[in-house]
């Protein structure tokens, strides 16, 4: 059985599947072509029964930047809507992953770095929380002069901080949202998400992709409770605070 025929989706709006990319708690991921124009991108489905929905909200806040300094760094949305159970997003198709930039010179890596850097400095002066950044969700971006430059994407946990130069209202947090192995810390332990947060993460980031040495956390055993709370400790006594 293909990829497309298990979910009885050959097409969302304008746009037929073709490929699965990839999957996760959120949904999946598709290669796309438009049936007119041949214009290739990729689709995110998720299941409209989620208890958790993110593809509007990203759709939202990805057609809000498009108009903003953060335009540069993310995906272009090119299509959003319902099609059967499922709700879509069609989004400009990005590179590879960091996940696959392990064997790039150092020269070249610390280029890629410093073009992240921007990008989060660009979204912390507008406001914007990334919450969930680690080396599947940053993409080298296509199609430019400079082969180093970056897309940062999964906006579906990114959040304002700050609207129209105002500060927004903590929400108490009772639940962790990211992904363990880059998430800081403070995050693991409910804190609110700061600008900090998304920096603690580009350093575990980058030093996976660095491949300085692996993560001291990312091999633990024991169930999902325990690595959590040994994941925290471990965070705690070898990042500086």
Known sequence: MSSTQQFSLPEVGSFQLEKLLGHGSFGQV?????????????VKLEN???TS???????RLYDALAKSPVQPYVP???DHGVEGDYRFLVLELGGPDLSHAYNFSMLRKLRIFRHILTALEVF???GLLHRDLKPKNILLKPGTKDPDAILLIDLGLAKRFRILGKPVPNERKDKFVGTSRYASPYVQMYTQSAR?????SLVYTMVNVFNIHPLPW??????KDERADRTVHLKRR???Q
């Open 30 to 42: 598709y290669l796309c072509r438009h049936k007119r124009t041949g214009h290739i991108a990729c």
């Open 48 to 50: 409209r029964n989620t």
């Open 53 to 59: 929905p993110q593809v509007d909200y990203e759709y």
């Open 76 to 78: 272009r949305p090119l």
């Open 124 to 126: 912390h002066d507008g």
């Open 196 to 200: 900090r947060d998304d920096m603690y």
């Open 218 to 223: 990312q091999d633990l055993s024991g169930d």
């Open 238 to 240: 070898l990042t500086p």
